[in-house]
């Protein structure tokens, strides 16, 4: 989950872009969670700079009269605190490593732009700048107090841990994911790679964290890094950095992720987009335990445990010559898989009210719920999106209702017919009258029915999934005319 943004004090984003249609995307993916300003020019955002202090920069790179990376170039030395982000079309593995040298370009995003991954992306640049100051300050009391800093560091290590633990892995009692979270927890003290499987939405990172901060390695940092996310030529750098002059615009060293997760967790989302040339390097590091920067004549040593995950069934990619056999053995070490939502039905009611709480938080609405009746709508919809489908529904609706009591009408129409990727129209089964417990009734028969059905009747599998003992199962059965 991210951590609220208080409503009285947002981070302030800046978009700075000639394409007033571009800009009002943004603003609209964004203004949720930030206040936004927005500027057609270099000029625009100079005069806005000078009058308003703004924690990310999203620059567009084509501009009339300039570039991205010449703007940011010039952001760096007048507001260095900002973060700075590119916007581009054009995948220029060139402007790419000179944005990111010349600008100190925080990330490079990719047109066109999908909006979770953008607001995901601003997200972290609002914690990395966070962080950044947090550093700084650190360092000055390190000066004159170790004592307070040391307690003040296992303070924070302990709320970290508190904060992404097993235990915080909202589902049901009996959920499937207890077996995996049992699991994940007796192999996170063993430093050995693991590897998570399951579709996008589902949690992996959730998981890989709790792994990190219940293992020996919960002192060192824990790194992301998404492969699909950034072009292939700068994976590499971005991972195992690069030495000055290694290439055109590469005009200082550049310590990679590797380097900077030493002692820690480096987590690889999405290891099963990346190329056959770039597996060969990942897995020689794997092997070696070592990096060679680009251009670097000697290897680095690192100590790192490597978490990766995917949504592709990396077994079928190997037979199909897309996933290398060895590098695949080296990383599932471990292979934990997250089922998706619609194979724990029992586990959206607990998500859902979580998630209702924390986007009240972060929305300023605290008076916001979740009511029986809409909590049945959403039991029919099969979420092919997983949790961060019912996540962005959640906020939908409560920005539609201005944080009162969500009503079922408030959320998208798939989710009220049913409809999902592979499901079914649901709307015709759902109640149109009767009492609110006759109508749960129809409900909680339709969710036990379809559970049975995919189990094939295995009542033990079933009461596990949905959280029941057997004896509670029979009782349901019997009661919902459900005995075979």
């Known amino acids: ?33 930030f206040t936004v300003f ?13 009058r308003q202090p703004v924690s990310v920069i999203l620059c567009d790179q084509r501009m009339p009269g300039t570039t991205g990376v010449s703007f940011l170039k010039e952001v760096r030395e007048q507001w260095p605190d900002a973060v700075r982000i590119v916007i581009s079309g054009y995948t220029d593995s ?17 047109k066109p732009w999908a909006p979770d991954h953008l607001l995901d992306s601003v997200r972290n640049a609002v914690e990395a700048q966070a962080l950044q100051r947090q550093t700084r300050r650190l360092d000055l009391e390190l000066r004159t107090s170790t004592g307070v800093l040391r307690q003040r560091t296992a303070t924070q290590i302990d709320r970290a841990r508190a904060s992404f633990g097993f235990d915080r892995i909202v589902r049901a009692a009996g959920s499937p994911l207890d077996a995996v979270c049992a699991m994940a927890e007796r192999v996170a003290r063993y430093d050995i790679a693991v590897l998570v499987l399951g579709e996008s939405g589902t949690g992996k990172e959730l998981l890989a964290r709790a792994v990190h901060y219940a293992s020996p390695r919960l002192t060192g940092p824990f790194v992301v890094e998404n492969c699909a996310a950034i072009p292939d030529t700068l994976l590499e750098s971005e991972l195992f950095g690069h030495k000055r002059g290694a290439f055109t615009g590469a005009y200082e060293d550049h310590p990679g992720l590797f380097q900077r997760a030493n002692g ?7 290891i099963g987009e990346t190329s056959p040339a770039f597996q060969v390097k990942l897995l020689r590091v794997l092997q070696e335990g070592e990096v060679r920067p680009v251009g670097g004549a000697r290897p680095v040593p690192v100590d790192v445990r490597v978490i990766a995950a995917t949504h592709r069934d990396l077994e079928q990619r190997v037979r199909d010559g897309l996933f290398r056999e060895d590098l695949y053995y080296r990383l599932a070490g471990v292979t934990l898989t ?5 194979e724990r039905a029992g586990d959206i009611a607990p998500i859902a009210r979580q998630l209702v709480q924390d986007v009240a938080n972060e929305l300023g609405h605290p008076g916001a719920s979740l009511p029986d009746a809409t909590l ?3 039991l029919a919809y099969p979420w092919p999106g997983n949790i961060r489908e019912l996540r962005n529904e959640i906020a939908r609706a409560m ?15 798939r989710v009220l017919q049913g409809h999902g990727k592979g499901g079914e129209d649901l709307l015709a089964a759902l109640p149109t009258s009767g009492t609110l417990a006759e109508r749960l009734d129809v409900i909680e028969a339709m969710v036990l029915r379809e559970t049975l059905q995919r189990h094939r009747w295995n009542k033990t599998r079933v009461a596990q999934e949905l959280g029941l003992s057997r004896v ?13």
């Open 1 to 33: 989950m991210n951590a609220p943004f208080p409503i009285e004090a947002l981070p302030t984003v800046l978009v700075v872009d000639d394409e007033v249609r571009s800009q009002d995307a943004m603003r609209r993916t964004l203004d949720e969670d």
């Open 38 to 50: 927005t500027a057609s020019s270099a000029d625009e955002a100079r005069g806005l700079l000078q």
């Open 94 to 110: 060139e402007d790419i490593i000179a944005g990111i040298n010349e600008a100190g370009i925080y990330q490079y995003i990719l």
């Open 264 to 270: 820690g967790t480096v987590f690889l989302d999405e």
């Open 338 to 342: 997250v089922p998706p939502l619609r």
């Open 376 to 378: 049945a709508s959403l």
């Open 399 to 413: 920005a539609l209702q201005d944080g009162r009591e969500l009503e079922a009408a408030s959320f998208s129409a």
């Open 472 to 484: 509670g199962l029979r009782g349901k059965m019997q009661r919902l005319g459900l005995e075979k």
